[in-house]
Structure formats: C-alpha cells, structure tokens
C-alpha cells in the first residue's frame, strides 16, 4: 500500500514509504504520509517536510503549501518564502502567480510583492504574457501590468496556448 520510484533499470531509488505520490516536475515531486503533504527531490530528499495540507508542482522555482487553509510558498531549498496569509493560491507562471485575499483574487511577484491588485473574482495563471481573469460574471485577459487586453465579455476563459484560448459564450465554446 505504500509508494516509492525506481530509475530505469528498475532499481528502487526512492523507497516506498509514501501513501500518495504525484510525478516528478523539474526535478521535485509532492508526495504524502499519514494525510500531510511535502515534497521531494529525485534522490528522495524531503525538501518540504511531510506536514502541510496541500502542496503543488514546483513551478518557477516556487513551491505552493497550504496549511490550515492558508496557502505560502517555499523554495527549492525548502524555505518559506511567502509567508501563508492567502486563502487560495496558482503556481508561479511566468515570474506571477494569482493569489486569492478576502474573497478577490490578485497577482504577486517571486518576493511576494503585490503587483496586481486584488480586484478579481477569479484568475488563472499567465500564458504567453496574458492571464485570463473575471469580474462582475465575465472573463476577459489582462496583461503582466495588470491593463486589461481583451474585454470582459465571455462566460468562461482558458489559457492561451500557441497563440489561442479557449472561450466560453453564450453556452458555446
């Protein structure tokens, strides 16, 4: 019942003591004990100790936790780097990452730095230099300065990809 990794060859490098794992991203995966979240290194160091509710894929160099339903970010050397004061929180794409505060959701820097006031209803992360984010019901795209691009005006948004995304109107996508 528990888990652990093997390399290629077969041979068990990471033993299975885990309850949970996800895959490995840039060289960090999270995996669980007894209910508590943490993440590890490919040679099966806890660089985030097995103690949080939740945690994320290391993206951008950051790593999301949450604990007692406030979400802080560590580093790949395991170290609080934002301290846990969001109610929500995406991971780091492209330098941002969304981060939700008293019900309105925002965008802050790797130093925690608000850089995106916290007037949104909803956000996702940024893609090829746009965010998709709502207000009021609709979905629209702001820049990385927070200067709205692309109007607010459809009922679901994606990420851009390759230049597209995905959008919801009048029940049509």
């Known amino acids: 019942g528990k888990w652990g990794f093997i390399n290629t060859d077969g041979t068990e490098v990471i033993n299975c003591q ?8 840039n060289g960090m995966a999270p995996v669980s004990k007894n209910d508590n979240w943490g993440v590890i290194n490919t040679e099966g160091t806890e660089v985030v100790k097995c103690l949080y509710d939740d945690t994320s894929d290391l993206s951008d160099g950051l790593i999301m936790v949450e604990k007692n339903e406030k979400c ?3 580093n790949t050397k395991g170290k609080e780097v934002i301290k846990f004061q969001y109610d929500d929180a995406s991971d780091f794409s492209e330098g941002l990452a969304a ?9 802050i820097n790797k130093k925690g730095k608000e850089v995106i006031k916290f007037r949104y209803d909803n956000a996702s992360d940024f893609s090829e230099g746009l965010a998709a984010v709502e207000k009021d019901g609709k979905w629209g795209f702001i820049n990385k300065k927070g200067k709205e691009v692309i109007k607010f005006r459809y009922d679901n948004a994606s990420d851009f990809s390759e230049g597209l995304a995905a959008v919801e109107k009048d029940g049509k996508w």
Do not use: A, L
């Open 18 to 25: 885990y309850d949970n794992i996800t895959f490995f991203s």
């Open 72 to 74: 802080g970010f560590f």
């Open 99 to 107: 981060v939700e505060k008293d019900g309105k959701w925002g965008f």
